[in-house]
């Protein structure tokens, strides 16, 4: 085929600065007519700039220092911004992570792609409406002529993801450009439109720049890759070749890291811990003038599970399935309407009788003395520290609070100092402020801030899904250690089923507020019962599946 | 001579250790340092803290007032009352009043009046002035004198900023001594700095020095020297401008901070409250609690030991009310913030360390507002000045024997439709407020671009 070994897109020596400091630097690579290229790399390597100085969207700070780029023989850096204009939307399409952001809210999304089709194609009228309600349907949108007249609001976050997909192939573009397009999608809407992206791609001959960090969904995608690392671009191979022969040391880390753990944790048994008992949580739904309740919405609906001690019960189920609400529920962040959680406290000396006490039954004092038992860790790293605060003030708080150790402010020093040097971190840090940490090294003080009122159960909340995969292992490896010293317990909440070997030994998979399935690790990915745990173990990149025990 | 305090020095002093206090903590912080520094690295922001330095040290100056007796011998029947240390530095001016109008460096009137000389004729003429101009010589220039006696002040400003400048390099030469070689030097645009210090120290100096010859911005109807009221007015639009905040603060913070930590019922009173207050127009509101305060003092003038009291009482007042009135807009930013941050992740973690709510207020809420807090106060500074001075003018604003820069402008609505149009007061009264607004929105608007989290770096 002709066509089909036609370059699309050309990129020679590219390399932007700002202020001198080098950002990308020489980067080549080229794609061919119909092939799907993916750029893979961790936050901050420069692929996403890449992709911006492709449709010449750079900021005004950064600049082009040497290189060029050109698109279907046509340079794009000689072209006036009109004729830019024409090529961005026409020629190259972009979608983002984000479809929340990326569409406006106001207006119906039938009506924003139709704007698109009047902008560059001067199609108006039923003729416009006709075409988009072709490219919904292309898309795979059910109804697509009553979707029309839909707000962004009332679409879901998949649907709202096709609609961008059918955006950018209103024009025909010869290439698309997808930035991390299934990053803030659960699994099972990620394997969808990844299909849908093949599909168009075999139907259309279309050209897909896939930029991502997740090397599962570069397995499922991509015909060649490129890996980048601080903007330069470290190797480039086929798929095949990449994925069996990597040849860079980083790649293979990368690779390694990616890709879970083999084994499955032995399971001991113990006593234990924490035991929720048919736990409800309904938040009331108010309305009208006197905000009288109308109705609840069940976010956790009879929910069991035990907690053993110094195991993990991982905690798995997509983006409103309840699984936040748990862990809430445990720490008395949100009331519970009703069941039980049951945390057992040894009793003290030989004959000493163990003790159960139902927080749910506490009042906010009487809980208190249970706080340090409890400690929890948070998803988003940027978040979880107050950032007026040093390092030593946000560790010293809880210790402060909860009165946990030593009232002597040196010793608390000296505490402070341990803690920071046990999660990995140096002791100088702790008179530094969290904006100059490293989303890892905040994760690590979270966990440090955790440890540092010495509690029995931890509850991490996706502590990792908002890093990076190599930070990602560190940091599960820091939880591991720490719970082999301290016989921690962890309620480990994700929607990531490739970390659960590594991590867990029970798992209990979560839907619409209830535990539709429940086991040791090994029970429950090998031999899913339920439907769901199956369609979302189907629905994890096939890289994920094959190495997975 | 004994001194008087009245409520609004109190207040205005009081003030004064509560920002030297901001400055201390400011120090104490590496972070605040580290913004402040960034915020006086504009030119802008510097040459601007410097005017509104000069405004606050008047504002200081005609805050201490003084009860001045005659006992009969050293001072003149004229000087008894309650000065303040300005009145008292620019006494000449007060004294040396003329009959009426006259222009800035005038000798003679600014109209024509009926006169008889020795032999009973009636002329009309200029009369001369009785203390503008009056030591020159007859067909002496007024310019070259002017000129001429521009020399003194000069000399005594370049004096002045010479010795400064003496003693800032000591201290930039101590720093730079026991600087590590590795630090940066700040790089604060000093010469910004004296090239506006020098410009409004030789303003001043040069005004000082021709008030003693010349009605250097003319006098008013009843003969009172314009640049005299323009100087006094100052203290009137600063205490305004920053009691007002003063006492709208404490407001804001803890409805606008409860409302939206402990929502529920608490937030909905709150809410209805400043939503009624909001949708009663502001001028209505206080023109109504000025025409009652001015009922309550007219029917009990024994309140008052003299008629300074009594316009300082109403100025206390003013400030008040506008202060009750203004605290809705900080309040309801203050209560979208809160709800924000009481969302965030390490609210929660506080919570799970079992920290009351008025230590997550304190150790985490607090803190995150102060930046919005900062840019509210500067940026209502300007429009409180400006709030005194349209209400002055529409008669609820301060008493009209309080020097104000909107009684300058309400008496001047008259004169404008005189025929030849007296200017300088109106133009006086402008200059002083536009050049303290407009440097009160400059410092604002950097305040605003270096503490908003949301800038990118």
């Not at chain 2, 020095?9 to 206090?21: C, E, H, K, N, Q």
């Not at chain 2, 939503?275 to 001028?283: K, R």
């Not at chain 2, 300074?308 to 979208?336: H, V």
């Amino acid at each position: 085929m002709a066509l089909a070994l036609s370059t699309v897109l050309n990129i020679k020596n590219l390399s932007i600065a700002v202020n001198d400091s080098p950002l990308i630097n020489d980067i080549s690579f080229s794609i061919e007519s119909g092939e799907i290229f993916a750029l893979v790399g961790e936050s901050g390597s420069g692929k996403s700039l890449t992709s911006l100085a492709i449709m010449r969207l750079l900021p005004e700070a950064l600049q082009v220092t040497a290189g060029e780029i050109s698109l279907n023989q046509t340079e794009l850096f000689a072209l006036p911004e009109y004729q830019m204009q024409k090529i961005r939307g026409r020629q190259v399409a972009m979608i983002f992570q984000e479809p929340m952001t990326s569409l406006n809210p106001v207006m119906k999304v039938g009506e924003q792609v139709a704007e698109v089709l009047r902008v560059h194609l001067k199609i108006r009228g039923k003729q416009a409406r006709q075409k988009v309600v072709s490219l919904f349907e292309e898309v795979g949108l059910p109804q697509a002529n009553d979707r029309y007249d839909w707000y962004p609001h009332q679409l879901s976050g998949g649907q709202m993801q096709r609609v961008m997909i059918a955006m950018a192939l209103a024009c025909e573009p010869d290439l698309l450009i997808a930035d991390e397009p299934t990053t803030a999608l659960d699994v099972t809407i990620q394997a969808q439109v990844l299909e849908l992206l093949k599909s168009i791609r075999d139907k259309r001959g279309l050209s897909i720049l896939f930029i991502t960090h997740d090397m599962g969904v570069v397995s499922e995608m991509a015909d060649r890759v490129a890996v980048m690392k601080q903007g330069e671009i470290v190797e480039q191979a086929d798929k095949d070749h990449f994925f069996s022969n990597p040849q860079h040391p980083y790649t293979q880390q990368l690779l390694a890291d990616a890709i879970p753990k083999q084994s499955f944790k032995p399971i001991i048994d113990t006593n234990a811990l924490l035991q929720i008992n048919d736990l409800k949580v309904h938040f009331p739904v108010k309305k009208g003038l006197f905000q009288r309740t109308v109705g609840y919405v069940k976010a956790v609906d009879g929910v069991t599970l035990t907690i053993k001690k110094g195991q993990t019960l991982a905690l798995v189920g997509e983006s409103g399935s309840g699984k936040s609400t748990i862990g809430q529920a445990i720490l008395k962040l949100v009331n519970s309407t009703s069941g039980s959680v049951d945390f057992s406290t040894p009793g003290v000396g030989e004959a000493g009788i163990e003790s159960i006490v139902d927080f749910t039954a506490l009042t906010e004092k009487q809980m208190k003395p249970f706080r340090k038992k409890v400690q929890v860790i948070f998803q988003d790293p940027f978040s979880a520290l107050n950032p007026r605060m040093t390092i030593s003030e946000i560790i010293r708080e809880g210790m402060d609070s909860l009165q946990v150790g030593s009232r002597d402010k040196k010793d608390q020093d000296a505490r402070i100092e341990e803690l920071l040097e046990q999660v990995g971190l140096l002791s100088e840090h702790k008179y530094r402020f969290p904006h100059e940490f490293s989303g890892g090294q905040r994760q690590r003080i979270g966990i440090a801030r955790a440890l540092a009122v010495e509690p029995e159960l931890i509850i991490c909340d996706e502590p990792t899904s908002a890093l990076d995969v190599t930070v990602r292992a560190q940091v599960l490896n820091l939880l591991e250690e720490l719970q082999q010293k301290y016989q921690l317990s962890f309620l480990f909440i994700t929607h990531d089923l490739s970390i659960i070997p590594a991590i867990a030994h029970e798992v209990a998979v979560m839907k619409e507020g209830r535990i539709v399935e429940q086991g040791s690790v090994e029970q429950v990915m090998r031999f899913p019962k339920h439907e769901y745990t199956q369609a979302l173990l189907n629905s994890a990149p096939k890289l994920l599946r094959q190495e997975m025990p | 001579m004994s001194f008087v305090w009245l409520w609004t020095d109190l207040m205005v002093w009081s003030l004064l250790f509560v920002i030297l206090a901001g400055i201390r903590s400011i120090k104490n912080s590496e972070q605040a340092r580290k913004q402040w520094r960034s915020i006086f690295e504009s030119r802008v922001a510097m040459a601007s803290m410097v005017i509104l330095t000069f405004y606050f040290v008047f504002a200081l100056l005609g805050s201490v007032h003084v009860q001045l007796t005659s006992n009969g011998e050293n001072t003149s029947e004229k000087r008894q009352g309650v000065y303040s240390v300005l009145d008292l530095s620019l006494i000449h001016l007060i004294e040396q009043t003329e009959r009426t109008y006259s222009a800035p460096f005038a000798t003679h009137e600014y109209s024509t009046s009926l006169n008889f000389d020795e032999n009973g004729q009636v002329s009309q003429s200029y009369l001369v002035l009785k203390h503008g101009g009056q030591h020159l010589t007859n067909g002496a220039s007024i310019w070259l004198d002017v000129l001429v006696k521009t020399g003194l002040p000069l000399l005594v400003t370049l004096g002045i900023m010479a010795l400064l400048l003496m003693v800032h390099a000591y201290f930039r030469f101590k720093a730079f001594a026991l600087r590590s070689i590795n630090d940066k030097a700040n790089k604060m645009p000093w010469k910004t700095a004296y090239i506006s210090f020098f410009s409004l120290l030789f303003l001043f100096i040069w005004f000082y020095y021709m008030s003693h010859f010349y009605h250097v911005l003319g006098t008013d109807k009843v003969g009172q020297d314009v640049l005299l009221q323009s100087i006094k007015s100052i203290r009137t639009g600063v205490l305004i401008g920053l009691l007002t905040t003063l006492v709208m603060l404490p407001l804001a913070l803890i409805l606008g901070i409860s409302a939206g930590y402990f929502k529920g019922w608490v937030d909905d009173v709150i809410q209805y409250l400043y939503t009624t207050l909001n949708s009663i127009p502001g001028v209505l509101l206080i023109a109504a609690a000025v025409l009652v305060m001015q009922v309550i003092i007219t029917n009990n003038s024994d309140w008052f030991g003299s008629t300074e009291e009594r316009a300082d009482l109403r100025l206390l007042f003013l400030i008040f009310i506008l202060g009750l009135t203004s605290w809705t807009g900080l309040c309801r930013l203050l209560r979208a913030e809160t709800l924000k941050i009481s969302q965030v992740e390490y609210v929660s973690a506080a919570k799970a360390f079992g920290l009351g709510p008025f230590k997550i207020i304190k150790n985490h809420i607090l803190p995150n507002l102060m930046h919005l807090v900062l840019i509210a106060l500067v940026l209502d500074f300007s429009g409180l000045v400006l709030a005194e001075a349209v209400l002055s003018y529409v008669g609820v604003g301060v008493d009209p024997t309080t020097a104000s820069w909107g009684n300058m402008i309400n008496q001047a609505r008259l004169e404008m439709a005189r025929e030849p149009m007296v200017w300088w007061s109106l133009f006086s009264a402008f200059v002083f407020m536009f050049t303290l607004v407009l440097a009160a929105n400059l410092f604002s608007d950097r305040v605003q671009t270096v503490l908003d989290p949301r800038r990118v770096n």
